[in-house]
């Protein structure tokens, strides 16, 4: 049986380069860029066109669902981004954990700005930070943590937030909520393959059984080279099944057996689904380089 076949995941462009666009437009009026990732996947995370969009503005990097990996593997990342001059702020946006400190680190860059009005003779003026990240990384839910209220709809599904629009946090900081952006082609398969397992990619085209095989694959890798930063075998202790010796795809068929009739696509999408809710425990799906 054949579950990955050589489809490709793919999404629809045309609503990616009117957000794109517009976003753009409104970047000219922007302080500060607080630019969310997924902590399960911080690197698949950092929009390509980032850097050119950000420019000399100020930006702050934060990696939203810390709660969903091991303080170990926070500890790597955070060591990593500190060599690479960046100071990365975890939060757990949904339950306001590490938001205070974003909010302080906006603050301080619009400081900056303000220093720069005064000096040529112009009154301060609240600082404009724009919240920018993949689909589905926790922006609004970061948004409606930094406003200490819920404004903004917030779920737990890609394409939630639709258009750009301004919103007062304090007296001193407007937050621009900006749709999910993705890349508008992504000719690596491994990247479009991890986020659609942490399923950060918006409105996409994707085989379940093929993403799901490809999780086994990276579960079996990651415990390979560095169990120390895994639950202790995360597929054994959920299903009662053991993934060693086997491939990715006979895993699939395996777990579908035994637990779901011998129906693969709901083996799938419940393995997808076990990961991305924590029910397989705190798993990081990337290591820093080197």
Sequence with gaps: MNITGQSTIQ????????AEKDLKEQLKRVDVVLEVRDARIPLTTQHPKIQDWVGSKSRV????????IPPQMQQLWTKWFLSQG???????????KGVAAVTKAASAAGVEVNQKRRDRGMLPRPVRAVVIGFPNVGKSALINRLLGKRVVESA????????????????????LDAPGVIPAKLDDQ???????????IGEASYDNQRVAVELVELL?????????????SPLKSRYELDAVDITGEDYLVALAKLKYQGDVERAARQLLNDFRTGLLGKIGLELPPG
């Design 86 to 96: 960046e100071v990365p702020y975890f939060t757990d946006a949904q339950h306001g």
């Design 61 to 68: 990097l934060v990696l939203n669902r810390v709660d969903m």
């Design 11 to 18: 999404w629809y462009p045309g609503h990616i380069a009117k």
């Design 190 to 200: 491994e990247t479009a393959v991890k986020l659609a397992i942490c399923d950060d």
């Design 156 to 175: 737990r599904r890609a394409g939630v937030t639709k258009q750009l629009r301004w919103i007062r946090i304090s007296d001193t900081i407007e937050l």
């Design 220 to 232: 079996k890798y990651l415990e390979a080279v560095a169990s120390n930063f895994l639950p202790e």
